[in-house]
């Protein structure tokens, strides 16, 4: 679940008992937290509405931005592959808008970071579902295929606090461009962890 907030409107609406309750809730369940209108609040609404996510859910990713933009890739499923020349956090085209805004940059590959193997190590599903059940802090999203005992070629899917891997309806049309790739926030995602299981290593 992802749950919006209005940096420049949160302190108010949290004043409101009627609007407490609705943005508290959802909070509560979240995957990730997206404070949004950074642009539009003053230093000390930022910092309060900061403040208040961090008190209020420790334990939930939060992001900002503007204009309710997010980095595609913790939203859809799209297909991963290993290219140079294409970014797993952002499509760039014309529509693009990089500048960095007053209070702090935000552009997406500013804010996340990657992680990607090509699968050579073969997995068991039981060691799959276990580390899906409850994969290292700082994994935000997980996606690609892996090869399994059972299966063979497998899609692994992870998002927020759910997780599955399923027989793959194809397999990969190049075993060396298929990959396995993981976000997360910039600086917390865990690299040596994904190594470890991922790789074998």
């Known amino acids: ?73 913790l939203l859809s499923g799209a297909h991963i592959t290993l290219t140079s020349d294409t970014s797993p956090l952002h499509d760039c085209n014309e529509h693009c808008d990089h500048h960095a805004h007053a209070h702090s940059p935000v552009a997406h590959d500013e804010q996340f970071e990657t992680w990607s193997c090509a699968p050579s190590h073969v997995h068991s599903l039981a060691d799959i579902k276990h580390w899906l059940k409850a994969p290292p802090a700082g994994v935000l999203r997980l996606k690609g295929f892996v090869q399994t005992q059972e299966y063979g070629w497998s899609e692994v899917q992870f998002s927020g606090r759910t997780g599955s891997v399923r027989r793959a309806l194809a397999s990969p049309a190049n075993r060396h461009t298929a990959a396995l790739v993981a976000i997360g926030l910039r600086a917390a995602l865990p690299r040596s962890a994904l190594d470890a299981f991922w790789r074998g290593a």
């Open 1 to 73: 679940m992802i749950v919006l907030l209005d940096a420049q409107a949160l302190a108010d609406n949290l004043a409101n008992p009627l609007l407490r309750d609705s943005i508290e809730r959802p909070l509560a369940h979240a995957d990730l937290a997206v404070l949004n209108k950074v642009d539009l609040a003053d230093d000390a609404a930022l910092e309060t509405a900061r403040d208040w996510i961090r008190r209020n859910a420790p334990s939930v990713h939060c992001c900002e931005t503007t204009n309710a933009e997010i980095a595609l890739p």
